[in-house]
């Protein structure tokens, strides 16, 4: 298997899991790989899971401080969560058993923007990186890291950590090499320069990453799969979704505010999102660009048939037919895709530069157009913001879409107040559900509230609004941005206490 | 008067004010300069609402929509408000008779970014502009506008307009000549390139506005000062506060994480930015740099004591005694002050490059973090949210600021949950009041609720955060963000029914 593994003094460190992972100690500041379940080490987290499990049996504390990309999988975030391994973990994460120890409290968890991450911690406000824990397809004889699945912010806990463990993952393709572009032009201010990127397509930095060899202290060799989540064909509620979506950017079209290449669009994951790029294809866009986070199933389609020219993102989050379509064709794909570090992928500067078209996911949006992206009831976090108000701020258009209830109705995503904001009103321009769309742009807060109450709302809530809003109007405090705050929140107390928001 | 207006053709359609407004019809959208009450119109608004208090008197509807840089003064906000002259306005305003008829809901108030407002209406989310009107210091013999004390978004007013009207003013003075840098490299996507600024002193554009001297429909000649409000000096809670952000910086600069030159600074205006920049000059520091939005009567004294090197801004705040100090020494300012487009003072690609501190205002916070910079009890405007968003979003560092109480103590600055968000928690890195400062970097909600109770909160409201904290944590639907949704906005209900937040 040492043929990934180029650079004979790294090739001299090779070492099993078990081994590497017991260079991990208590209270170490550890930065992993892993971006929306791709690229995340698979061996080294496992190892590490066991060896503080047995701490923790023989009553020694150990935990450690964990810093990824973005989400990952059972295998890293899941196991370590499960044996209660963490003490902090940042930035976005999705993974069941770590959502619970959050909620209950047992973990700190940071939720901060995707493109704030990395020069955080140039800027030293997550202190010392001890260990970084990277996966890569391959090293090369110069000892130069070929990337796997995501890239994610490797780039920075390479060149950041004391010492690094690398897992070479032979189940990633060799193919990977070529699609990646990491620039190493960044900087600390006051020395910060303009990032010449001025088309998705731009290649601006190396295909390979960096990485002083005396720092790495293991090289683990592995052979297993991504995450890989099947993909689910979209539902009717988000077919609907769609379908007003692409109406808007119909009407956008014919208003002159977008041409038939509309600008390089960003896509969330899930089944509105596909939903979303399904609809393009069958619309008859053809040439569009992505300048996005994540290459899913869809995206491989709509680059095959023609609709996307090309896609650049930090990570892959493909199926197992997607990965077989993405081997199948790699060299066409090869071209037409750029995997960047996420700090470039979600860069304020270029995704305002861009003008990309923001089409996020939500949890809820209230009257005025606040939207929470992370909370349940104001303090259950779900996943984290993720790259949303990266993208939301700078964008041509900013897009927030979700059905207008959830969990058979029992909840609203249409809301008198958000429990949470993570979007402010300054940031929201549409508000789509399957009831309709909703643009927001050149609109005051009772305008606002007006078109969303008659476009997104659900029947079934919304006279309740109707009423919330008719009222606020007439006894509000003041008169701009109305409001009753002794009920504001109720709908969620509410679901909180009978399990609905309905009376 | 006329030597001001050096172009042959402009000088030719002079007016006097009450027939040039006359050319403003109902309904109009009217793009006016101004920027925290310097540059406005000083004659045009006051004739035009001569001329809508008249139609009023007829019974005729007369209303505008007007677009502004941000804050301008009584002759414009004050005297349109009064007479109900209009139907939308926005971004930032600070007048106290157009504050009291948006918050009866008499008229719809757009609050947005200032980053933002030009490239949306570029963008054509507010429609078609139908007329300028913008104040400048002269008219050159090439029609070229010399700027007056504000640039704000008056390029693209000039650009979008299909009409404009210019008010010559002689009181601003003809030594404002070349302090001016109007950027002329904008585009919309996907045609945008890299902005060429990489420190706050360079100079990217042109000191002169261009105009189509075909659009000007009216040239007003006037000699009317700007809003010019007096300086006040720090009062002892303000210096307490700058005291505390002192100290925090001086930290900074021990742990390695800031030099002695800091970074560009962003203030925003008032007694507590008086008191910060004061501080800075008594703490020794020298050849410090403004990327700013505004250069007052503070900024000037640094400038001359060396302690700023220069100050990059869109507009001047000036005291009567503050022009005169100006104008006595207005060669070396010159050398030393940029004043730019809002778009470039505000732009969050130059914001983060240049890695701002950026330190700016608050109406109240909350125990995670999250900053309300704009709403009283959550639905009265006060100002708007004007630049802070642009800054905190991307500087190096964002710091909030306010006294721990209002309205002799009435009202906590630190409360359970703010009742407006303007700042999310992913946006807020340090709280300030009199009573201390919580570095929020790198903490995890609770983490932050301790800092900000214990370092923040004052004495009379901490048992009571505390308590509701330690409820919370208690007794929350999830632990992560822990919340009492029954009472999170319990204290300003309690205020807006009794007066006080106190129980």
Known sequence: MSD???????????????????LIRPGMTVAMSGFTGAGYPKAIPQAL???????????????????????????????????????????????????????AGDLNYIDIHLSHVAQHTWFGFFGKIDVAVIEVTAIDEAGHLIPSSSVGNNKTWLEQADQVILEVNRWQPEALEGMHDIYYGT???????????????????EPHLRCDPDKVIAVVETDAPDRNSPFASPDAESQQIAGHLLDFLAHEIKRGRLTPQLL?????????????????????????????????????????????????ATSFSLSPPGIEEFLANVDDYRRRIVLRPQEISNHPELIRRLGCIAMNGMIEADLYGNVNSTHIAGSR????????????????????????????GAISTIVPMVSHVDHTEHDVMVVVTEQGLADLRGLAPKQ???????????????PMLQDYFDRARRDSYGKHTPHLLGEALSWHQRFIETGTMRR
């Open 49 to 103: 899971a066991a060896h503080i499990l047995q701490a923790h049996d023989f009553g020694e504390e150990f935990r450690i401080r964990v810093l990824t990309g973005a989400s990952t999988a059972p295998e890293l975030d899941g196991v370590l969560a499960r044996v209660r391994g963490m003490e902090l973990r940042l930035p976005y994460q999705s993974d069941p058993a770590l959502r619970e120890r959050i909620n």
């Open 448 to 462: 606002r509230a007006r078109r969303i109450i008659d476009a997104c709302a659900h029947p079934d809530y919304r």
């Open 4 to 22: 990934r593994i180029r650079h004979a003094g790294l090739r001299g460190k090779r070492m099993p899991a078990d081994v590497a992972a017991a």
């Open 187 to 205: 900087a600390l201010p006051p020395h910060r320069k303009p990032i010449p990127l001025v088309h998705p397509s731009d290649r601006i930095g």
């Open 264 to 312: 390089p669009l960003q896509s969330g994951v899930g089944n509105i999102a596909n939903a979303v790029l399904a609809g393009l294809a069958t619309a008859g866009y053809r040439d569009l660009d992505a300048y996005t986070e994540v290459i899913q199933d869809a995206m491989l389609g709509l680059l095959k048939q023609g609709v996307l020219r090309m896609a650049s």
């Open 381 to 408: 976090i779900m996943n984290g913001i993720g790259g949303s108000g990266d993208f939301a701020r700078n964008a041509y258009l900013s897009i927030f879409m979700a059905p207008s209830t959830a969990k058979d």
